[in-house]
């Protein structure tokens, strides 16, 4: 079972930028189609962009030409660089892992806050 703990969340204002991390560890991370979610009170979870193991990618209306996936099998971490971020993206941002490209898999991780404030 492969185990998923996101890191790098936080406060910023708009306009601001954050990277976000996922570290994979139980299994190689090169298995894996990679995603990063996002949720808010009372919404569902959307996708943000995803990441396939051939390092196809796929992004959100919204994340198109603002935020970057990218992933590093060698250090078994997934990354989403968010740019110029809106207060209306403030959300619990998750880690995702499955093995079937173009849907979310059953491994989630914690969450990590993201917070977009002046």
């Known amino acids: 079972q492969v185990q998923l703990v996101e890191s790098g969340g936080g406060l910023v204002q708009p306009g601001q930028s954050l990277r976000l991390s996922c570290i994979v560890s139980?299994?190689?991370?090169?298995?894996?189609?990679m995603g990063w979610y996002r949720q808010t009170p009372g919404e569902q979870r959307e996708l943000v962009a995803d990441i396939t193991s051939t390092f196809s990618i796929r992004y959100a209306d919204f994340g198109k030409g603002r935020f970057i996936i990218s992933r590093d099998n060698a250090k078994n971490t997934v990354y989403l660089q968010m740019n110029s971020l809106l207060p209306e993206e403030t959300a619990v941002y998750y880690c995702n892992a499955g093995l079937v490209a173009g849907r979310a898999g059953a491994s989630w991780g914690q969450g990590t806050q993201v917070t977009v404030s002046s």
């Open positions: 139980g299994s190689p991370l090169r298995a894996y189609h």
